[in-house]
C-alpha cells in the first residue's frame, strides 16, 4: 500500500517542523490511492477514473493523488474485493458480479432482463437500491463511493449466430464467476463456464471455450472481436461499475478531501455513463466493419426463458432487495 502511514508522517513532519494530530481522519500530507481494475487501459472505465485522479489531484492541491492501474495490475476481481476488505488494496471499480465473492446479494442488480431501461437502473443506484447495496458492502469494511455504469450484455461467440436460446444450446459459454450468470446461462441452455477476466481473450483465441458474453465497451476494447465472429444483442444483463474506497483508506481522508473526492465522483458517475452510451453505436459499427456477424434477438423469448432464475434466487435476495427492483423497474 502506498498511502503514507502516521508514523512515517510523524517523521516528515518532524524533520520539517511540522506538528500532525495523529486523530483519525486529520493528516494532511500527501496521501496517494492506488485504484485498481480489471479492464484494458482504453477502456471508458480507465479513461475516467484517470479524469477522477486528474481533478481530485486539483480539487485537493495535491494532497491525494490516485494512481489508476488497469488490467488486473492489482489482480483480479476477486483478489481486489478481498483486498478491499482486507484494507490491502485502497480502491477498485468493480461490477457488482465480482462482489458477490463477499455477499451474494450484491448482484440482484444483474438478475436478467431486470432493467427495460439504463434509466431504470441509475434511479435504482443512485436512489434506494444504491443505498442498500452499500449498507452491505459497508458490512465488508468497504466504502461505497459512487455508482457508474459497465453497460447491458451482449453474447459472442465462434460458432453460429444466435437468434433465439435454442442456438446457445451446447455453446461453452465464459461468464463471471458468479452463480447467478452460471443460472441464467444454464436456462438458456447454454454450458456455462466460470473463468476470472484476464484468461478471457487466451481461452476464446485457444478455443478452450466457445464464446463470452459482456458490454460492447468491453468487448470492444478486449479485442474480443479478434476471436470471435458472431454477436448477439441480447441485452440480457444491465450491470453497473462501482467504485469504492477501503473503510482504512477512506477515514485516512479528511472530512473536507472526503467531500471532494464524493463530489468529483459523482460528475465522473456522469460522464462515465455518458461515455458508455454514446460509444455503443460507435462501437458497434467498428466491430461489423471487423467482420463480425450481428444478430438481434427477439428479447421476448429470453426473458421467458429465466424466469426461473427470479423464483430461485428469492431467498437468496431476501424480499426488501427484490421489492426496490421490481418499484424502479416498473417506473
Known amino acids: 500500500m502506498t498511502k503514507i502511514t ?15 494530530s495523529a486523530s483519525a481522519g486529520l493528516a494532511t500530507a500527501e496521501t496517494t490511492l492506488k485504484a485498481g481494475h ?42 481486489m474485493a478481498e483486498g478491499l476488505g482486507l484494507g490491502t488494496v485502497e480502491m477498485g471499480l468493480f461490477g457488482t458480479g465480482a462482489l458477490q465473492v463477499l455477499d451474494k446479494r450484491l448482484i440482484i442488480e444483474e438478475l436478467p432482463y431486470a432493467w427495460p431501461a439504463r434509466e431504470n437502473a441509475y434511479a435504482a443506484l443512485d436512489g434506494k437500491l444504491g443505498d442498500a447495496l452499500a449498507g452491505i458492502l459497508e458490512e465488508h469494511d468497504i466504502h461505497t463511493v459512487s455508482w457508474w455504469e459497465s453497460g447491458y450484455r451482449h453474447i459472442t461467440n465462434s ?17 463471471p464467476e458468479a452463480e447467478l450468470r452460471l443460472d441464467t446461462f444454464r ?28 458490454p460492447l465497451a468491453t468487448i470492444y476494447a478486449s479485442k474480443f472481436h479478434e476471436v470471435q ?22 477515514n485516512d481522508l479528511t472530512e473536507e478531501q472526503q467531500t471532494i473526492l464524493s463530489e468529483q465522483a459523482a460528475i ?52 426488501d432487495l427484490l421489492d426496490l427492483v421490481r418499484e424502479y423497474s416498473a417506473e
Not at 482504453?42 to 492501474?69: F, R
Not at 436456462?187 to 459482456?214: I, K
Not at 465472429?229 to 477512506?250: K, N, Q
Open 6 to 20: 502516521l508514523n512515517s508522517m510523524f517523521v516528515r513532519a518532524a524533520c520539517a517542523g511540522i506538528a500532525i
Open 38 to 79: 480489471v479492464f484494458a487501459a482504453d477502456h471508458p472505465w480507465q479513461k475516467a477514473l484517470e479524469g477522477l485522479s486528474a481533478d481530485v489531484a486539483e480539487a485537493t492541491d495535491g494532497e491525494v493523488i490516485i494512481e489508476v492501474y488497469p488490467s488486473s495490475q492489482l489482480g483480479g476481481d476477486r483478489e
Open 159 to 175: 460458432v453460429k449466430p444466435i437468434e433465439t436460446p435454442s442456438d446457445l444450446e451446447g455453446i461453452k459459454l465464459r461468464v
Open 187 to 214: 436456462e438458456l441452455g447454454a454450458q456455462p463456464t466460470p473463468m476470472a477476466f484476464s484468461e478471457v481473450f487466451t481461452s476464446l483465441q485457444q478455443n478452450v471455450v466457445d464464446g463470452q458474453e459482456n
Open 229 to 250: 465472429d458472431h454477436l448477439a444483442l441480447s441485452g440480457h444483463i444491465w450491470g453497473s461499475a462501482v467504485l469504492t474506497i477501503s473503510d482504512s483508506a477512506w
Open 268 to 319: 465522473w458517475r456522469d460522464k462515465e455513463r455518458a461515455m458508455i452510451r454514446e460509444g455503443d453505436e460507435n462501437i458497434l459499427a467498428l466491430l461489423e466493419e471487423s467482420g463480425m456477424q450481428i444478430t438481434r434477438p427477439d428479447a421476448a423469448e429470453f426473458q421467458a426463458a429465466v424466469q426461473p432464475v427470479w423464483t430461485k434466487y428469492e431467498d437468496v435476495f431476501g424480499k
